[in-house]
């Protein structure tokens, strides 16, 4: 069922989460233990991520180096295939520029639609960790605009190579949003209109980055609906676990801390003191959104579920 669908059918705020693939060579069991204790409270749909591959370089006998592209966490697609198998929940892969040309993203999608698929999350991915700028397969798409406009395409039935229409798809279109502005964008206002592009192109529902100020989210949303997106804008929020997220998460994600939480997070010594904060700071958080009428709360546990089942249990 369509994401969009659950939205209008739902009464109240839905929950949701997204899960990482396993490290190439574990096994699907350490997804099915994140999944597990979730799904008391009913997740409607479950995103899986894509990771696209990384460089390596290896010595050789000769001693020189050879540069090894490598795919840590395989598997995106067949983890949603054992999901919606196990559990009988909607399961959402995500769909990456990054790495695919056309053809690929096309095939890819003949995959999903085969695998009774309704949804994908359209993305661009990140540039690789060795080059400074995202750069696009040659004949793939520059922008996450250009995966969405293909896609629409093929729910009309117009495929790459064929002049003739071809039986159409019927993806529902996610993408994603920044509230606190995506960290390559000149300003937010530049970063909103290529938002509203996608929507125009065909995104019908957007998720956001994960944010710790809820103030942040109502803005974005203000400034969204101001501009005529009026897609469902789903939050996106994360439990910050150990004292490492204190510095990692600014500086990964782009994102700032509010200055309650800083101030609390200043006082944690080791890892158990961040893990409560961050279930407590998780709750309050959730409950704000939740009494504020969010269409659905999404929670990024990089595969370890033990604090969004604390927070889960004290807000649905
Ligand atoms: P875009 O929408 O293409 O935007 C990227 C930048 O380009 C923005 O600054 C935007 O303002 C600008 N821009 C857009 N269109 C134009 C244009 N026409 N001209 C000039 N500038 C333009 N990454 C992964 O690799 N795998 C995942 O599974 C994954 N999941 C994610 C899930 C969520 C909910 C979010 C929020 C992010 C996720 N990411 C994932 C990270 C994402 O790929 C990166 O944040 C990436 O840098 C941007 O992706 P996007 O789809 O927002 O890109």
Same mark, same amino acid.
């Given at each position: 069922?369509?994401?969009?669908?659950?939205?209008?059918?739902?009464?109240?705020?839905?929950?949701?989460?997204?899960?990482? !693939?396993?490290?190439?060579?574990?096994?699907?069991?350490?997804?099915?233990?994140?999944?597990? !204790?979730?799904? *008391?409270?009913?997740?409607?749909?479950? &995103? %899986?991520?894509?990771?696209? +591959?990384?460089?390596?370089?290896?010595?050789?006998?000769?001693?020189?180096? *050879?540069?090894?592209? @490598?795919?840590?966490?395989? #598997?995106?697609?067949?983890?949603?295939?054992?999901?919606? &198998?196990?559990?009988?929940?909607?399961?959402?892969?995500?769909?990456?520029?990054?790495?695919?040309?056309?053809?690929?993203?096309?095939?890819?999608?003949?995959?999903?639609?085969?695998?009774? @698929?309704?949804?994908?999350?359209?993305?661009? #991915?990140?540039?690789?960790?060795?080059?400074?700028?995202?750069?696009?397969?040659?004949?793939?798409?520059?922008?996450?605009?250009?995966? %969405?406009?293909?896609?629409? +395409?093929? &729910?009309? #039935?117009?495929?790459?190579?064929?002049? %003739?229409?071809?039986?159409?798809?019927?993806?529902?279109?996610?993408?994603?949003?920044?509230? +606190?502005?995506?960290?390559?964008?000149?300003?937010?206002?530049?970063?909103?209109?290529?938002?509203?592009?996608?929507?125009?192109? #065909?995104? +019908?529902?957007?998720?956001?980055?994960?944010?710790?100020?809820?103030?942040?989210?109502?803005?974005?949303?203000?400034?969204?609906? &101001?501009?005529?997106?009026?897609?469902?804008?789903?939050?996106?929020?994360?439990?910050? =676990?150990?004292?490492?997220?204190?510095?990692?998460? !600014?500086?990964?994600?782009?994102?700032?801390?509010?200055?309650?939480?800083?101030?609390?997070?200043?006082?944690? =010594?080791?890892?158990?003191? %961040?893990?409560?904060?961050? @279930?407590?700071?998780?709750?309050?958080?959730?409950?704000?959104?939740?009494?504020?009428?969010?269409?659905?709360?999404?929670?990024?546990?990089?595969?370890?579920?033990?604090?969004?089942?604390?927070?889960?249990?004290?807000?649905?």
């Amino acid at each position: 069922m369509k994401v969009t669908d659950h939205i209008k059918e739902a009464k109240d705020t839905l929950f949701s989460f997204e899960i990482l !693939p396993p490290l190439k060579g574990k096994s699907i069991q350490s997804i099915y233990d994140g999944i597990d !204790p979730l799904m *008391e409270f009913q997740p409607k749909f479950v &995103n %899986v991520t894509y990771h696209r +591959e990384e460089f390596i370089y290896k010595e050789r006998e000769n001693g020189l180096l *050879e540069k090894i592209a @490598i795919r840590k966490r395989p #598997g995106t697609v067949g983890i949603c295939a054992a999901i919606m &198998n196990k559990y009988n929940v909607d399961a959402i892969p995500h769909l990456i520029c990054g790495g695919f040309s056309k053809e690929d993203t096309e095939n890819a999608l003949i995959d999903l639609q085969f695998l009774g @698929i309704d949804n994908v999350l359209a993305l661009r #991915g990140d540039a690789y960790k060795t080059e400074a700028n995202f750069r696009p397969h040659p004949d793939g798409h520059q922008y996450a605009v250009k995966l %969405v406009e293909q896609i629409t +395409e093929m &729910n009309k #039935g117009n495929y790459m190579m064929d002049d %003739v229409q071809l039986e159409p798809t019927n993806f529902c279109i996610g993408t994603a949003a920044y509230p +606190e502005k995506h960290f390559e964008a000149m300003n937010l206002a530049t970063d909103l209109m290529h938002l509203k592009q996608k929507v125009d192109a #065909g995104a +019908e529902y957007i998720v956001t980055q994960m944010f710790f100020d809820n103030k942040k989210y109502f803005s974005f949303v203000e400034a969204c609906r &101001n501009m005529g997106i009026m897609v469902p804008i789903i939050p996106g929020l994360k439990p910050l =676990k150990t004292l490492n997220h204190i510095s990692f998460i !600014p500086k990964f994600f782009h994102i700032d801390y509010p200055i309650e939480l800083s101030s609390e997070l200043l006082k944690c =010594k080791d890892n158990k003191a %961040v893990e409560k904060l961050g @279930i407590e700071w998780g709750i309050h958080q959730s409950k704000e959104l939740k009494n504020a009428g969010a269409p659905c709360i999404h929670y990024y546990t990089m595969s370890n579920s033990s604090s969004v089942k604390a927070i889960a249990s004290e807000v649905f």
